[in-house]
């Protein structure tokens, strides 16, 4: 009962924030980037929202409890470099240039078939991830409520597109900031619940995973 009724308030908390947002959208601009008026820190709570998703919560757990460890974090450096390149370089050009998307400063930048083939580019691989990324939380969702896998995904989608298309970028700001959050706080409960087992059963969890070899970061 607490399971469906938590998922229930999710739902229904994400349609709201998408209702409350709806009308604000009144153009184009509106709808894409918010006017550029929307607060810095929820933007990058999005951002860090949109990185992280159901495979960095499921999918590096899972590799990180089997054999591969803590190789994924050769990859942490990397995002900090890419983070300070396109901030400094990147966007700046881009703001100064007035678009509403990417694909449209590659058009008036180089050519409209390069605008073409981007955008292409960018739905193919969007279409794979978020398939990936809806399947795992669906595969969660499934054993946690014991609804079907297919009727999860059609509820996640339903709800997901309707706040989207009602509030536009705005509406999927604010609510990536609620779930930031709770993905963190759920993170930092599992970690406490598994820690607190582990001491009650006399072990030391730190002692264990040196033991295993879990804190290698590094396979040469």
């Known amino acids: 009962v607490i399971d469906w009724i938590t998922l229930s308030l999710y739902f229904i908390g994400m349609l709201v924030i998408g209702a409350l947002v709806t ?3 009144k ?3 509106a ?6 008026k929307i607060n810095y820190i929820a933007v990058g709570l999005s951002l860090l929202g949109t990185y992280l998703s159901t495979l960095t919560m499921l999918a590096l757990t899972a590799t990180s409890f089997g054999k591969f460890d803590m190789l994924y974090s050769v990859q942490l450096p990397c995002l900090i470099i890419t983070a300070f390149l396109v901030t400094r370089f990147v966007l700046p ?4 240039a007035g678009v509403i998307s990417v694909y449209e400063f590659l058009e008036q930048r ?5 605008r073409v083939l981007a955008s292409i580019s960018f739905i193919f691989l969007s279409m794979a991830r978020m398939g990936l990324i809806t399947y795992l939380t669906a595969l969660t969702l499934h054993i946690v409520t014991g609804m079907s896998i297919e009727l999860m995904i059609v509820l996640m989608g339903g709800v997901t597109t309707a706040y989207t298309v009602a509030g536009g970028i705005e509406a999927v700001i604010w609510t990536d ?6 993905l963190f ?7 406490g ?8 059963a006399g072990g030391n969890p730190l002692a264990i995973a040196i033991e295993h070899g879990k804190l290698r970061m590094f396979d040469w």
């Open 23 to 25: 009308p604000k959208v």
């Open 27 to 29: 153009t184009t601009r």
């Open 31 to 36: 709808f894409f980037i918010g006017e550029g």
């Open 93 to 96: 050009r881009y703001r100064e």
């Open 110 to 114: 180089l050519h409209v078939s390069l």
């Open 177 to 182: 900031v609620v779930q930031v959050i709770l």
């Open 185 to 191: 706080l759920g993170a930092l409960l599992s970690i």
């Open 193 to 200: 619940i598994a820690t607190y087992d582990v001491f009650a």
